[in-house]
């Protein structure tokens, strides 16, 4: 069922997205200059670099979750563009700054989610809280998780949503090595049909699915 549903999804989409002479700066700093990268439809790729070299930086432009000062970044699906307001609808995102809704209880959380970012419509809520590991814990608050606890959730609200483009923010940020090996066999199940970018501070376990390398040395031009 699943499977049939995958290949439904990837006839329909054949994202492309383009980072056009982007540039960041805080204050006076530029973070980075001159950016330019394609992604198409389906590739995997690890954005590399030391803590602040600005990949978390460009992966937030790339969201739309901050404003560039100068270039853009466009979403194309079968050479037609999606407007700004829109672009939300293709994307899930999993990150440290992420917030998730701290009186919620899990299942509360999952529900709420499901309202903004549907899942995969293969997957009830039931099977979404099974999924994410955490089923023990559906009616505790989320302020009462721990660290690992909440990256985890994150993790499963961003792989198991009905999006085709997936962004990873250094995604084995406080998981232990058991559910460091339930990421990768949730991306290998749940994300393999989907555009996938990860930031990495090069923790290969966070980016082993990946094909395509890039480091933020080789993208930071003029700086």
């Not at 994202?15 to 805080?26: L, P, S, Y």
């Not at 563009?81 to 994307?91: R, S």
């Not at 608050?141 to 993790?155: A, D, E, H, V």
């Amino acid at each position: 069922m699943l499977l049939l549903y995958i290949k439904q999804i990837q006839l329909q989409q054949q994202i492309i997205i383009q980072v056009n002479n982007a540039g960041k700066k805080f204050g006076r700093e530029w973070i980075f200059r001159n950016v330019n990268l394609e992604i198409t439809h389906g590739e995997k790729i690890v954005i590399l670099g030391l803590n602040g070299s600005g990949k978390s930086t460009l992966l937030q432009a790339m969201t739309g979750y901050l404003a560039l000062n100068e270039g853009g970044v466009s979403y194309t699906n079968r050479q037609q563009k999606t407007e700004d307001e829109n672009q939300y609808k293709l994307i899930s995102l999993a990150s440290p700054y992420l917030e998730l809704v701290e009186d919620f209880t899990l299942q509360e959380q999952i529900e709420h989610a499901c309202i903004y970012k549907p899942f995969l419509k293969t997957l009830n809520i039931a099977q979404i809280i099974e999924l994410s590991g955490l089923s023990a814990h559906k009616n505790k608050y989320i302020k009462l998780f721990s660290s690992g606890m909440k990256q985890r959730l994150k993790l499963t609200l961003a792989i198991l949503a009905d999006t085709p483009v997936l962004f990873l923010d250094e995604p084995t940020t406080n998981l232990d090595a058991t559910v460091i090996d339930w990421y990768k066999e949730m991306i290998t199940k749940y994300a393999m049909h989907k555009t996938i970018v990860v930031c990495s501070n090069s923790l290969k376990d966070e980016y082993a699915f990946c094909d395509r390398i890039i480091t933020m040395e080789n993208l930071k031009i003029n700086k």
